[in-house]
């Protein structure tokens, strides 16, 4: 009962945020310069035909009207279609976001077992080994990820040759059509992830292993691979589930970078190309349904994480 009274307020307090987050979207479109006209009458369009055109795209009324009716149409599941292209924006959604949501996948199977052995070696050894593992995920986590990918392409598709910067995926196709277009944008989000998942868990692992029962342990003679398997894994597991949840949410921004620098057909260029158009309900949706996800995300970190606490207090 107290795990669903829980799960049942951050529900609660996820979709009020939800409704924030995107009257702020909503705001921080509204006073872009520019907004889509230009892109869907034309460049060379006359002054009454560009005002015919906002008039049916309802740009001539208020921005708080404009939110309210799409927010009315958002709550029955109508999340409405672009200005450019008149495509309806949950399918956009439906086409794009699974390749957004296998691209997260992959990078979580890279980074998750990597930064837990990082995390797990250099918070119990500290030392060297814990300074240059932690410098040089400080390092990775300050880099931009355009950079990251820039050096990447010029190593590995400049230099080495060994794979295209940019795959192109045929119509209709997905990206597991054409495996090595996800190498670049895995392995780039990979090292922006690995490094803010391996600070966030050797943190965890470190506090973990200076608590009294990991010292009452040592003394006892239990060291190595048996402290951690036995006391220091099981009491930093949820603080590594929540850490996890983290590095999710920093890749969801790493990829709307990332998949336009390689051209990946992603939910993350469909938002790049939106706000570059102004197309205000491509933008809306899209940012939208982002924040969704990951706050979904982070709900089930939070409540996997509660659990595992519950778990490990249990069992001490």
Known sequence: MKLLAFASRRLAGAAVLLVLLSAGVFAATAVLPGDAVSAVAGVDASEAQRAEVRAELGLDRPAAERYAHWAADAVRGDLGRGFVGDRPVAEV???????????????????????????????MRGGGADRV???????????????????????????????????????????????????LPVLT?????????????????????????????????????????RHILPNAAGPAVQALTLTTGALVGSAVVVEDVFDYPGIGRELHLAVAARDVPMVQGIATALVAVML???????ICARLLGAREGHGR
């Open 189 to 229: 989000l990979s090292a922006v992830g690995l490094a803010v998942a391996t600070r966030l868990l050797r943190a965890s692992v470190a506090d973990t292993a200076a608590t009294p029962y990991c010292e009452a342990a040592r003394l006892n003679g239990v060291r190595g691979v048996r402290l951690a398997v």
């Open 93 to 123: 959604l439906a086409t794009r976001l699974p390749n957004s949501l296998l691209l997260a996948a992959l990078t979580l199977a890279v980074t998750a077992p990597l930064a837990a052995l990082l995390g797990l070696w250099t918070g």
């Open 296 to 302: 979904v995300v982070l709900l089930l970190g939070d």
């Open 133 to 183: 593992v932690s410098t040089t995920a400080q390092i990775l986590a300050a880099v931009p990820e355009f950079v990251v990918a820039a050096l990447l392409v010029a190593v590995l598709a400049v230099w080495l040759e060994v794979l295209p910067r940019v795959s192109v995926i045929p119509l209709g196709g997905t990206p597991l059509d054409v495996p090595h277009a996800l190498v």
